[in-house]
């Protein structure tokens, strides 16, 4: 099938889609936005957590076709060319990346809890990036860079 | 920028006059929490991960896997796969053109099964197409007549005499034997139990996965996510028949390792789809396939007898220890060496009896993950300990300080400790932090119900919760140990680049995520005195790093690159006294030579740009460590290891006694890092590492039965999240070495050692519990399932004998 959607803001399409595929395999192999990622393909680990029409979902778990004329948004359209979005600085600031391999999809965690809830406490972070697995930090840093990014969303206000 | 260059070269009349270019200091040093290089792109979502990559015209390739434990091979038919649209090729172990076996230390494994099936899971036979599920569903059309038979699942069971012998060499893959002092010692109390360690994973994020890029002329080049290239290298050599030349390793990105990576996963296959096809060819496991496609933690049973004076001595320890290798080597003859040499812990035990085993079953085969037999030990040891300080009405730090081991002390295997060994202080530390306030105490009121066991469940208000605090302490060695060969390469090459001096590291280290790349340029920076570095990709055009692991990094090419600094630096102060006569003590800082006479203020030379002009300075350095020996045989007597590594932790937890679920409410840490090069990079070790023994502790397993493992998936296999994990205190102390270079230790494992043992030790003081297995299920919290190990009679008056073997 043919897929057509907005992904960072511009109109991309894929042809010959297999119906069985997600979008986020969409993504990473057909339309080279391999941001997202692959942890476990089975909706437990976030790694690939994308906006959808506004919604954070995980992109594992879409199938391509329900992204047909949607509007998606990943981690690669949230730095502004070199100039990285606060969560982003966060995060780098605060040394809350090892390998990385979680923190596309925490980062876009991050942002939907930020938007949301401009100083949440330290619970309300812990349940919202709940659905986030790292192996690396053991999310101490984490926690700091969330702490960081609304600090600096609340000065920068 | 250098505008002091273009007047120099109009004025040929020599002067006294240094060039004034304004000095800069270089930031981004040793002992800095420096910034990542790679981490703008990973938080971009830049980073190119093994699973990320692509080619032209690639294929997939995808893996058929035996779905029986233990069962003979008697025909594969390929015959219907093939007719599969989209479908390149179907390899089976015919299909190998060289060794037809591999593994690190061993070579035992089948690249691709064919005969006998040692683990479900084993691979079989290879599919390679255009698309993923074109591979996966030509892999399921590839018809195995097997031949099932009963597997062998218990590590026990396997050394009876009449098992059958699931290699030629037999089931026991090692046994380590360790005498010490008194065989026959007597002690006023003695205290027994058996123990039990889970089978855990190493669960890194991102799948193994990599890119295999034929070149047309019969080599390949191969992109992987691995901790050792060239030991990769090497089996591939052997299994592809290639020479050396043709195979060309590339580190791709890796998500996370653990000592899931140590092993091949994808290697060969990859290339041998590749070589087949002519045609790029990408593997990546699902995480399903992951499960199954790396070694796991030795699960472990371990007996324990420990003796001691009334006042609190230790006199002796027994123990016997056995581990299930599961269906191959890997690196279980290392742990297994590691475990018997730390079996009794850190600290002064005069008489020592050991005997530690490892077994080849039809389970999983097991291999490296970070502690490396350290762990399981450590929950044996130190659950002992807790029990020795409860029959001797002892507090148990106090116990623990009363036998700590210091500098000097002889360990069981008679190796004297050298350097800093600060058992005490690191107790000492961990009793004095404070407390987090109490459950039940002030400040109750404000307490967030989804911070109480259950968390967001809400399963209660309080009510059947209690509170218990445990310790634990333990070591390890870093680097390899037992008389191997561990060195690291790195190169270093100085040069002018658009006036500007900069300093390039090659070395095939792996950048796990622990951040060894960092440290590469941090110490380019200090020694060079240079701002401006790069470190280039990990690959096989330089020589061996050896792996990422064993917490060796930093030591290992963090000295091949301090010492390939030197020998540049010593190349350029040498053109520096005879370029432009320079004289006096000179060093590299900023940028530029300076002379640094004692008593004098530093006055500079030459900027490295103005002197180095078009030159390029270049050196490669092998670094190795002290060599170290293998234990005799029959004695286990030997200095095995290079260096330890101390930590220890104290958990707090709040136990809903009824549920029997936990809330981990706070872990503190000490550990001797010899020296934090990179702080928040250590920092990041000891809570990630703390993470991993509580995932230990309370819920990381996977379950087997029948030799079948029943939970692949991470919705079955559950790893801490945000919310089981609490705040880490830390107390880094940092007491150098003597032996290494800017007196490192490792770091990355010890975190993962005493973890689960102090959660275990908080458990049993909130329920009263024996709790004599990790992880503590909820069952064994309510007391609603004793383990088989928990109903072993507990009396330290009458001690059961551990039925070990005297020599
Ligand atoms: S990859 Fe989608 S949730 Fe794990
Ligand atoms: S940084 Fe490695 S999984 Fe989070």
């Known amino acids: 099938m043919q897929l057509h959607c907005k992904v960072n803001g511009e109109p991309r399409e894929a042809d010959g889609v297999w119906e069985g595929e997600s979008l986020l395999y969409v993504l990473r192999e057909r339309l080279g936005l391999p941001g997202s990622k692959n942890a476990c393909e089975q909706g437990e680990c976030g790694s690939c957590s994308v906006y959808l029409d506004g919604t954070l979902v995980c992109a594992c778990l879409v199938a391509a076709g329900q992204a047909e004329g949607a509007r998606i948004e990943t981690v690669e359209g949230l730095a502004d060319g070199d100039i990285l979005h606060p969560v982003q600085q966060a995060y780098v600031a605060a040394g809350a990346v090892q390998c990385g391999f979680c923190t596309p999809g925490l980062i876009m965690a991050t942002h939907d809890l930020l938007r949301r809830i401009s100083a949440p406490t330290d619970v309300a972070i812990r349940e919202a990036l709940a659905g986030n697995l790292c192996r690396c930090t053991g999310y101490e840093k984490i926690l700091d860079a969330v702490r960081m990014a609304a600090a600096n969303a609340r000065v920068g206000e | ?807």
């Open chain 2, 1 to 807: 920028m250098r505008g002091d260059r273009s007047l120099r070269a109009t004025s040929s009349r020599p002067t006294r006059q240094r060039p004034a270019a304004p000095v800069t200091p270089v930031t981004g040093g040793l002992g800095e929490s420096a910034r990542r290089p790679d981490a703008t792109l990973k938080v971009k979502g830049e980073f190119a991960y093994s699973s990320d990559l692509w080619a032209e015209g690639m294929l997939w390739g995808t893996t058929v896997r035996s779905p029986h434990p233990r069962a003979k091979i008697r025909s594969i038919d390929v015959s219907e796969a093939l007719m599969v649209a989209g479908l390149a090729t179907v390899l089976t172990a015919d299909d190998v053109p060289g060794r037809k076996t591999f593994g690190m230390e061993v070579p035992d494994q089948p690249v691709l099964a064919w005969g006998d099936i040692r683990y479900q899971g084993e691979a079989v036979a290879l599919v390679a197409a255009d698309h993923p599920e074109t591979a996966r569903r030509a892999a399921a059309l590839v018809r195995v007549d097997y031949e099932v038979l009963d597997p062998v699942v218990d590590a026990e069971a396997a050394m009876a005499p009449d098992a059958p012998a699931l290699h030629p060499s037999g089931n026991v893959l090692k046994h380590v034997k360790v005498r010490h002092g008194d065989q026959q010692p007597t002690a006023d109390v003695v205290v027994t139990g058996e123990y039990e360690v889970g089978m855990q994973d190493q669960a890194p994020l991102g799948p193994e996965s990599g890119l295999a890029i034929p070149d047309g002329e019969g080599g390949i080049d191969l992109y992987v996510a691995t901790q050792w290239l060239h030991v990769d290298h090497d089996q591939l050599v052997a299994s592809l028949d290639l020479r050396p030349a043709q195979i060309r390793m590339t580190m791709a990105g890796i998500g996370g390792a653990f000592g899931a990576r140590e092993d091949i996963s994808i290697q060969i296959h990859a290339c041998l789809l590749a070589l087949r096809t002519g045609r790029p060819v990408k593997m990546s496991y699902s995480r399903q396939e992951s499960f199954v496609g790396h070694v796991h933690r030795h699960p472990a049973r371990l007996q324990y007898e420990h003796g001691a004076t009334r006042d609190g001595r230790l006199v002796c320890v027994k123990t016997r220890i056995v581990f299930d290798g599961g269906a191959y080597a890997s690196s279980s003859n290392a742990v297994c060496l590691n475990a018997a040499t730390f079996a009794c812990g850190p600290y002064e035990v005069p008489n020592a009896t050991i005997d530690c085993y490892v077994t080849y079953t039809n389970n999983p085969p097991c291999g490296a993950m970070r502690g490396f037999g350290a762990v399981q030990a450590c929950f044996g040891y130190e659950s002992q300990m807790d029990k020795l300080a409860a029959a001797l009405g002892m507090d148990p730090v106090e116990l623990r300080l009363a036998n700590a081991m210091r500098e000097g002390t002889s360990l069981p295997t008679g190796q004297r400790v050298e350097g800093p060994a600060p058992v005490a202080e690191i107790l000492r530390s961990l009793r004095a932090m404070p407390l987090p306030p109490n459950a039940d105490g002030a400040g109750e009121a404000e307490r967030d119900l989804r911070e109480l066991p259950g968390g967001v469940s809400n399963t209660t208000h309080g009510e059947g919760v209690r509170r218990g605090v445990g310790y634990a302490v333990g070591y390890k060695n870093i680097a390899f140990s037992a008389g191997f060969d561990d060195y690291a390469t790195a190169r270093v090459r100085l040069s002018v680049v658009a006036g500007e001096p900069i300093a390039e590291v090659h070395s095939a280290a792996a950048e796990v995520g622990q951040g060894v790349v960092t440290l590469q340029l941090q110490i380019v920076r200090t020694e060079l005195g240079v701002q401006r570095a790069v470190v280039l990709p990990a690959d096989t055009q330089v020589g061996s790093a050896g792996s990422s692991s064993a917490s060796r990094q930093t030591w290992m090419t963090g000295g091949a690159v301090k010492a390939a600094c030197e020998a540049v630096r010593e190349r350029v102060l040498a053109l520096a006294a005879s370029k432009l006569g320079a004289t006096g003590r000179l060093v590299l800082a900023d940028g530029a030579v300076l002379v640094a006479d004692a008593g004098a203020a530093p006055t500079r030379v030459s900027t490295l740009a103005d002197l180095l002009g078009a030159e390029v300075v270049e050196e490669t350095v092998e670094y190795r460590h002290a060599p170290t020996e293998d234990l005799d045989p029959e004695t286990g007597q030997g200095n095995a290891h290079v260096g330890f590594a101390f930590a220890g932790h104290r958990a707090v937890v709040d136990v809903d006694t009824e549920l029997g679920l936990v809330k981990v409410v706070e872990m503190a840490t000490a550990q001797d890092v010899g020296r934090a090069l990179n702080p928040q990079a250590v920092e990041g070790q000891l809570q990630g590492g703390t993470a991993q023994g509580l995932g230990l502790a309370l819920m990381e397993e996977i379950q087997i039965s029948g030799g079948k493992v029943r939970n692949p998936s991470f919705t079955d296999y559950l790893i801490p999240t945000i919310l089981d994990m609490p705040p880490v205190r830390m107390d880094i102390l940092e007491l150098g070495n003597p032996v290494s270079p800017y007196g490192v230790k490792g770091v990355g494992e010890p975190p993962t050692i005493s973890s689960p043992a102090a959660v275990a030790a908080a458990l049993r003081a909130a329920t009263g519990r024996a709790l004599r297995r990790i992880p503590v299920r909820p069952e064994h919290i309510t007391g609603l399932l004793e383990t088989r190990t928990d109903a072993v009679p507990d009396d330290p008056t009458k001690p059961a004998r551990i039925s070990a073997e005297t020599q």
